[in-house]
């Protein structure tokens, strides 16, 4: 079962467009789109995307298609910075910043977390149930 239906998924998707042609057209963000715009600056291989705003709301990025999903690891990356954040789960802030530390760059930590998180969050459908936090942070210890 997918996580949001195909009106969902085209609303979030607007979301990221509009925000980064709010950015380009030099008008003022609300916090959130904010946030999307400094993820999508970092990753200049998915403006393109972003830009294609009829290509963005209607392409399927599944993995039988050999594509990573741009808004699916764009919302990771936000996802790890509230989660950071707020510290929640709780100690997630400390090995962000340890991880940060070691490996002398926020976006590489994150992408290393990311990959956890989506972990996380597959099981966590597969089995019907909320993440197991727990889990969570001793896998992220483990980076």
Same mark, same amino acid.
């Given at each position: 079962m997918p996580l949001f239906d195909?009106?969902?998924r085209s609303a979030l998707r607007r979301r990221y467009c509009d925000a980064w042609r709010k950015h380009r057209d030099a008008r003022?963000?609300?916090p959130l789109e904010d946030q999307i715009v400094a993820v999508i600056a970092e990753h200049p291989e998915y403006q393109p995307v972003i830009e294609d705003v009829d290509g963005s709301l209607s392409r399927d990025y599944g993995p039988e298609h050999g594509q990573s999903n741009p808004f699916l690891h764009m919302g990771l990356h936000l996802a790890i910075r509230?989660?950071?954040g707020t510290d929640r789960p709780r100690g997630i802030a400390a090995i962000? *910043?340890?991880l940060c530390r070691r490996l002398g760059d926020r976006h590489a930590a994150e992408h290393r977390m990311i990959e956890l998180r989506g972990t996380a969050l597959w099981e966590s459908q597969r089995l019907g149930r909320p993440p197991d936090e727990? *889990?969570?942070l001793e896998s992220?210890?483990?980076l």
């Open positions: 195909t009106e969902e003022p963000l609300d509230e989660q950071v962000h *910043a340890e727990s *889990a969570y992220l210890r483990r």
